[in-house]
Each structure stands twice: as structure tokens, then as C-alpha cells.
């Protein structure tokens, strides 16, 4: 989940370096570091808490030079201190390393250099260490040969940047399941382990696969394999600029996103139907015939994307007629999953860098199964060993309290029930394109909601001291009852929790009592009735009621609710939670600006979990 930036070749490296770290803090903020070759040695400033305490020391400590590695953390192994913050040295300070991931082996390799001197408590000293004892052993100070004879020793994930003293315009960069981008232009070599801090000078960049190793210097970059022979990355071209990951006048990233969701929902849909009524991919790598045999469906994916599968689940149940399970990717491969070349899986991640996801469809791939992956990054892990893409189109998402995300994800579960309806014979061609023109009614929709956001600000000024508040929903409601719960949480830190509406009886309703909140999902629909008798037993035990509703509900939900937020009747049911969470994403991020939450960088959370 860490950040990292390498820059060779530049007059002075680390002024941007620390301003590719401030495109990258939502990837870690809990410590920084950079680290530069300034004549024959290696100067290091580092600092616990956020960038700001880093950029301030970098006023009193200057450092110079043309090659540097900088750093933005998320602690595993160790606590945010200025010690364990990297760049991490060997004792002698000639070898600099920065790491995202965990090597899960680094005791034993620890105990092996027994007597030597450590100033950390983190897993990523070791490399520093291990790589310094390397260079002493070569025949002159070759440190891309260095590097790759510690990696045949490291266990776990890692993206890892290192500099040598010795070699002071070369960065040795390698990759095992963390992300890991090279690029180079006119003079000028550059690695990070996003593309965020590389769009200032480049759109085109390189992504490291797995077990691959690059030596990057100024003016280029070169590939090998874990065996040393040269290999080939993946070039892609990023489709944003910079200024789609500035806040362009907003307060915060997170209000920005949410006022950005019309124009990602239309990307999303963009080009979906050829013509004909069939559904278009962005990427097929398998016979589309193979997907008619489906007959069960997993969805897999963590957060955010899981609530979305939740909505995705609901669709493609009712359009194409296959069962299908969601499961929290991170718990799918421990047990027995029954999965065969009958299933699909779908794989949900906004980087396509979600550890827990990757390695749950890598899984499910070894059994056979078909994987299409829903991401929001063209070149990631996930799509590039996915059978089938859909890309979500959503530009940079800075905020780590996804938003944006969320919709466009919903929107590309719904393009994909609609193409595996087709697949299986269950929808005509005109049928599709129908649904499809309905919902390309979203963007203007989302727009009338998040442009007119009296009515919640007035609710999240009502309710912000309230320290519990349960949210309930059903069938397309319950989804966003659960979104609605994590948003509230992660931004403003309140507790919340969500339930099926159903379920309340059975348990939860035992937490209600006078000056409780619920909060209620109830858009109109074939459940709205029974949502109505959830809202009056909540309301009969003391508990106030926010209604999240559509306009065709409002005079019902009044009538029983103390405070009714509606959004527009949706185009189709199946795509009520696109528009129904957006209160839900206000309310939060009123909260928590309310509350004096960090919105765009809440507590100990980070935008994309890199490590199991």
C-alpha cells in the first residue's frame, strides 16, 4: 500500500520526488522518506506523520543530486516512526532501499546476519543489508546483479527500489505481486508504483510483471527476468492528465469525485453497444461460446467493490439466470470453493491491484475457472491476467474513501448481466439496447442529485454527534446500506453498522432505543412496502429515521420518517443503487468535515491494500 517514486537524470531530483509523494500519500501517509546520491554518498531525510513534517525537514536539510527513491508509508512491521520510515540504508549508508509489500521471510534472513547492526524494526532493512553483502561479492559494482541474487531469496510481495552509492545515476527496481511502473524521457528515467506520480512527464509507461527486474538510468530503462536475461514489460498509455488528479478548486479530493460521477458513469457506458444490440468488452481473450456454459457465478472482491458485487449479484441473477455467490476475496481460497470450468469469476478491484483479489482469481483460475475483471486501471495486475476486461473509465480516484469507483462498478456489473443474458439466450438484441439507452439517463440523474445537496447538509448537521447509527436495506437497498455504513466510518469515524431490514428482528433491533439513528434504504419497488414496516418498528422503539428514497416514494417515506432525502425515480430498478448512495456519500463527507474528519486521508486506511 506504500508509495514510491525513483527519478535519475533530473537537476534535482528529490524537488520531484517529493511532489510525485503528494500524488501518492492516499497510498500510505503514516511516514516519508527520500533518499539521493549527492557526490559519493547517499543523504537521507525521513520523518513520521504526513508529508508535510518530511517537506518541512527537506527546508533545513538539503539534499542534491540527480538520483534519488522516495517513499510514502503504510506500516506492517513496525511502528510510524521516524526509524522504521523509509528509505531504509545498509550500515555502511552505501545501499538505499524502499519496499511496498512484506517479506515474509525476513526473520530467518535477519538471524543470518547475526551481529549485524539494525536501525529499524521493519522487514525491508534486511534487503539493504542482504544486497550490501552482494555487492561485496561481484566483480565491481554491478547492482542490478546484486539486487537479483537477493530476490532469489525473498519470500512475500514487494516492489522494491534500490540505489547504490557506487552506481549513482542507476535505480534497480523489481516486482512480486505489488505494482511497479517504469518510463523514461529525454534524459530522464523514472519508476513508481503508480502512474499518479508519473503523469507530470509522461503518459506512457511500463508495468513490471511478476519476477521481473529492471535497471532504469536517465534517459532509459532495461528489463530481465529473476534469471538475468532481458524481457519485455507491458507498455500502456494513460488516458487522463495531470489536472484529473488535482482537486481543481474543490475543498477536498472525495467532494471532487462525488461531483465527477456524470461524466465516469458515461465513460463506463461509452461504446457498450456495437450497433446491433450486442455488448462490447473491452478486452476478450476467451471464446465468448464458452461463457454459454456458465452455470454459477462468484463474485470476488473486498470494501467497496464487494458492495457493488452485492448490486452486480442482484442483476445478473435476474438477467441472465445464473446463481451466483459474492465472497470477501480474502477469505475465498482458504476454504474448499467449488469451482470448475463452468463457473465464472468475476473480480472486482478499483487499482486491480488488490492483493486478496489477485490471488483469490489466480485461484479460481488454476481450477479452470474463467475470470473477468471489473478495474478502473488499464495495465494492472488484475486485467492483465483476467479472460475478459471491463474497464470502469473512471479517472484517478485521489480520495482514499472511494465514490466514483463504487458507481461506475455498479454501472459495469450491470453491462456485464446484460452481456451474459446475451451469452446465455435470455435477452434479444433490442432488448439490451433498450436497457442500455435507459441507462444512459444516469449521468444527468447523478448530476440533478449531486449538485443539490441542501437537504443533506442540513441532515449530516442534525445527526453528526450521534455515535451509532444503523443503516438497513433490502434487495437493491441493502448494498448501499452497507456502502452507506463503511462510508460513514472511514471518513468521519463514527460507528455504523448495516443490516438487512428483514434481519432486524432476528437481533439488531435489540441496539435500538430512544435518540438511536437508522438510516433507511427504501426506494420505491416491489420491497418498499416491507421497508415501510422496518422504518415503523424502528420508529415505535425511539430511534429517529433518515429515508434515503426515490421522488415516487417521498409521500409514503414522510409519513414515517423523520428526515426524507429522495433521489429521481431510476431508469431501470436494477440501477437504483448508482443513484440511491449518492446522499450516502454526501452525508458521510458532510460528517466528517463537520467533525474536523481528514476526509481524503482517514486513519490508519490506505487507497489500495497491496499486502495480505
Known sequence: ????????????????????????????????????????????????????????????????????????????????????????????????????????????????????????????????????????????????????????????????????????????????????????????????????????????????????????????????????????????????????????????????????????????????DDGAGRIVLDELRIDPAELARIDKVFILAAGTSLHAGMAGKIAIEHWAGIPVEVEVASEFRYRDPIVTDRTLVIAISQSGETIDTIAAADHARAQGAPVVAISNVVGSTLTRSADAVLYTRAGPEIAVASTKAFTTQIVACLVLALYLAQRKDRAFASEVSDVLARLDELPGLIRRVVEDDTAIRAAAERFKDVGYTMFIGRHAGLPIAYEGALKLKEVSYLHAEAFPAGEMKHGPIALIEPGSLVVAVAHDGHVFSKMVSNIQEVRARGASVL??????????????????????????????????????????????????????????????????
Open 1 to 272: 500500500m506504500c508509495g514510491i517514486i525513483g527519478v535519475t537524470g533530473r537537476a534535482s531530483a528529490v524537488d520531484d520526488i517529493l511532489s510525485g509523494l503528494r500524488r501518492l500519500e492516499y497510498r500510505g501517509y503514516d511516514s516519508s522518506g527520500v533518499v539521493a546520491v549527492t557526490s559519493d554518498r547517499l543523504g537521507v531525510v525521513k520523518r513520521s506523520g504526513k508529508l508535510d513534517r518530511l517537506s518541512e525537514a527537506l527546508g533545513t536539510d538539503v539534499l542534491t543530486g540527480s538520483t534519488g527513491i522516495g517513499h510514502t508509508r503504510w506500516a506492517t512491521h513496525g511502528a510510524p516512526t521516524d526509524d522504521n520510515a523509509h528509505p531504509h540504508l545498509d550500515p555502511t549508508g552505501r545501499v538505499a532501499v524502499v519496499h511496498n509489500g512484506i517479506i515474509e521471510n525476513y526473520r530467518l534472513l535477519r538471524a543470518e546476519l547475526d551481529g549485524a547492526a539494525f536501525a529499524s524494526e521493519t522487514d525491508t532493512e534486511v534487503v539493504a543489508h542482504l544486497v550490501a553483502r552482494e555487492l561485496d561479492a561481484v566483480d565491481g559494482p554491478d547492482l542490478l546483479e546484486a539486487v537479483r541474487r537477493v530476490l532469489g531469496r525473498l519470500e512475500g510481495a514487494y516492489a522494491l527500489c534500490v540505489l547504490s552509492a557506487d552506481e549513482p545515476d542507476t535505480i534497480v527496481v523489481a516486482r512480486q505481486q505489488a505494482p511497479l511502473i517504469v518510463a523514461a524521457i529525454d534524459g530522464v528515467g523514472l519508476c513508481a508504483s503508480d502512474v499518479a506520480a508519473l503523469i507530470e512527464y509522461t503518459d506512457t509507461c511500463a508495468a513490471l510483471l511478476d519476477g521481473q527486474i529492471a535497471r532504469v538510468r536517465p534517459g532509459s530503462y532495461e528489463v530481465f527476468d529473476r534469471n538475468g536475461d532481458p524481457a519485455q514489460a507491458e507498455e500502456f498509455t494513460v488516458d487522463w492528465d495531470l489536472s484529473a488528479a488535482e482537486k481543481q478548486g474543490y475543498e477536498h479530493f472525495m467532494l471532487k469525485e462525488i461531483h465527477e460521477q456524470p461524466i465516469a458513469v458515461a465513460e463506463t457506458l461509452l461504446g457498450r
Open 547 to 612: 429515508a434515503i428514497g426515490t421522488e415516487s416514494s417521498r409521500a409514503a417515506l414522510e409519513a414515517h420518517a423523520d428526515v426524507v432525502i429522495t433521489v429521481p425515480d431510476a431508469p431501470h430498478e436494477l440501477a437504483t443503487p448508482v443513484l440511491t448512495v449518492l446522499p450516502l456519500q454526501l452525508y458521510a463527507y458532510y460528517v466528517a468535515v463537520l467533525r474536523g474528519a481528514d476526509v481524503d486521508q482517514p486513519r490508519n486506511l490506505a487507497k489500495t491494500v497491496t499486502v495480505e
